[in-house]
Every structure is written in C-alpha cells, then in structure tokens.
Nanobody
Framework: QVQLGESGGGLVQPGGSLRLSCTASGSTGLISILGWYRQPPQGERELVATISIAKTTTYADSVKGRFTVSKNKAGNMVYLQMNNLTPEDTAVYYC???????????WGQGTQVTVSS
C-alpha cells in the first residue's frame, strides 16, 4: 500500500505563485509515476502534470509554461510549482501515484487552491 499526503494549497491572487508538495509513504518502491490532478468546482477531475521515475514529464496544455512538476531523488516526494496563476486554476489538487507492477493507483486527500482577488 501507498499513502499520499499533500500540502501547500491556499488562497493566492491572480498572477501569484504556489508550490504544492506531496509525500508518499509505504511501498514507495512500487511507484513508477507521480503527479497531480485537479478537480475544479462543478467540474471533472483532470490531469495537471506527471513525472516518471526516469523524470519524463507530461503537462496539460492549460498549464504548460506556467507549472513545473518535479520529484526528489528518493522518489517519495513530488512537487508542483505553479506560477502566473489564474482564477481558472482554482480547484482541489490531488496527488497521484501509479504502481503498474501491481496495477494500482493511489490518491491523496486533496488540497484546495483558490485564485482570487
């Protein structure tokens, strides 16, 4: 089993920045992909960014050039640096981990990001 815990959400003005962190614990050696999804108010959960153990990254088109996903060397922490935030980025952000060897996907509890003046 893998447990994920997020931190770093909050209220920020348009144009501002936030950095989200996620710590994975448990059987972290099974994780191949870490990343972030978000669910806006009255919307569907959507991919934001992912990073593989080989440090290959993917981004949603809406965040390219503004958000950066990274991880630590041990592979048990993933970060999301969010710059030039807009009200459209308001959502609950979820940490995500994929363990393909056991065909399991794990989610954190979510952290609220609100972009408003």
């Amino acid at each position: 089993q893998v447990q994920l815990g997020e931190s770093g959400g909050g209220l920020v003005q348009p144009g501002g920045s936030l950095r989200l962190s996620c710590t994975a614990s448990g059987s972290t050696g099974l994780i191949s992909i870490l990343g972030w999804y978000r669910q806006p108010p009255q919307g569907e959960r959507e991919l934001v960014a992912t990073i593989s153990i080989a440090k290959t990254t993917t981004y949603a088109d809406s965040v390219k050039g503004r958000f950066t996903v990274s991880k630590n060397k041990a592979g048990n922490m993933v970060y999301l640096q969010m710059n030039n935030l807009t009200p459209e980025d308001t959502a609950v952000y979820y940490c995500h981990a994929r363990a393909p060897r056991i065909d399991r996907t794990y989610w954190g509890q979510g952290t609220q990001v609100t972009v408003s003046s």
